[in-house]
């Protein structure tokens, strides 16, 4: 089992985003992302994303919101996945590059014309509605092949 976070840095109708043509061998390879990335022992979800957050922009993000929890059964062929998704909207610093991709603030309407995880097309709109979501996303062989959704 992997515990990852995903976030969503959002400002003026724009989401930051991580193109991830980097490194070889990532499983995100050529993929659009939010920033995020995986636990270190002993942190909370909040510490984890605003880590990850630093590491891959060199911005720090105060009060990120809970809007979603992900599970991916198998994701990568091995384990599962559990991901906890935010918003941050308190942002601080300087965009720095990162070694996992190429950072751009993107308009929001043009977001789900990139190349996402299919899942990713579905759950972004959630974003924005009131409340949290937890929702399974499985993926056979790269491709989406069924999802659920619960909203509380």
């Not at 991830?20 to 984890?48: S, V, Y």
């Not at 809007?67 to 990568?76: E, I, Q, V």
């Not at 070694?99 to 709109?125: M, Q, R, V």
Request: charged content about 25%; aromatic content about 14%.
């Amino acid at each position: 089992m992997k515990l990852a976070t995903l976030c969503y840095l959002r400002r003026n109708g724009q989401t930051l985003m991580m193109h991830r043509i980097k490194r070889a061998g990532d499983m995100h390879f050529g993929k659009w992302n939010g920033l995020g990335g995986k636990f270190h022992p002993g942190e909370t979800p909040e510490e984890c994303v605003i880590r990850e957050v630093k590491e891959e922009s060199g911005l720090l993000i105060s009060k990120p919101a809970l809007k979603g929890f992900l599970t991916f059964p198998s994701f990568d062929e091995n384990d599962d996945w559990y991901v906890f998704v935010f918003v941050a909207e308190d942002i601080q610093g300087s965009l720095s590059e990162t070694e996992e991709g190429h950072l751009s603030w993107l308009n929001d309407p043009e977001l789900t014309k990139l190349d996402l995880w299919e899942g990713d097309h579905i759950f972004l709109p959630w974003l924005d509605k009131p409340g949290v979501f937890s929702a399974k996303f499985v993926y056979q062989q790269g491709k989406l092949a069924e999802h659920s959704v619960n909203f509380y």
